[in-house]
DNA sequence: ACGTCAGTTGCAAAGATTCTCAACTGGTAA
DNA sequence: TTACCAGTTGAGAATCTTTGCAACTGACGT
């Protein structure tokens, strides 16, 4: 067998290889400064397994610190998904929910009838983003890809 | 010239064919009801050049008719949206805002200095992506495909 | 044309997210 | 270690979006 998979899952890997990426020295080298409430916010996100919303965040971390205001959890969101740290995923209406980054970039297979989700990461669609941009004059700074989809029926 | 292009600008054609593609027929023909409210919404989206938000398109509405409610409005763009007839945009936190998509469906890359967004479409990508859903086991239902970046600086 | 009924709507209320602003606090430099 | 100040926070108000429900209305069959 000598096939070079186009996609690879990630998801599976991500307890295997569980080296929290050190956000705090990231961040501070990108002029962020690291914040007690920032500082929670983030070990919460570094170490579930799930895809917490803000409202869920905003409770465990008041379970550590019971200052933390809601507004900041929703602040320290978006400054996260800003620096790539997270990412956002918005599912019929309901509220945002967030998973961290683990380093490496990935996509992601939403099953729009579940929620649930899987992480793939394709070097060629990579690529061919990389083209499509430089010949429309850009450097892509970062992307989102998502497919919506749902169980394929085999017909029965 | 004999080069398969592997995208195409989209956008740029906007005025060029200005061809109102006949929302009602394809709605009703995936089983969605054409009221009055959203005939009138419909109407809004493919006759104007901006990106409006819910707020402002819910405006021009009650001119037509007093009667429409923002709930209708926004439950009118979840629709549309689910159908792939418009595109939502969220910027930095403002209230998403959204542009027909006029017929064929199309990617996006945003401009991170400035928020202007160029539409593309690659049907390698998609191929890649279709690919990938399959060897997962889902059937893609739509996709969204975002690049942010930042004009090239030449070397100057 | 007319009745039927599931899909829609308007309204009000709930839920989600951002914003304003005075008080606070990391990081830096002396 | 101390003082300083731009960046950050908490609290609550403001804004944006979704929802529950009773009334309404397209689309289809007759």
Known sequence: MQL?????????MKHALNQKPDYEKELRKAGVRITRPRRIIIDILTSTE???DAMKIFHRAIEIDDSISLSTVYRTMNLLEEM??????????????FEQAHGEHHD???DIDTGAVVEFKSDKIEKLQEEIAKSLGYDIVHHRLELYGRKTRHSS
Chains 1, 2 share one sequence.
Do not use: Q, Y
Request: no cysteine; glycine share 14%; hydrophobic share 40%.
């Open 108 to 110: 992601h297979l939403i």
């Open 84 to 97: 790539g740290a997270i990412h956002r995923h918005a599912f019929n209406g309901g509220p945002s929910r």
């Open 4 to 12: 070079t998979s186009i996609w690879r899952i990630v998801g599976v």
């Open 50 to 52: 799930d895809h917490p």
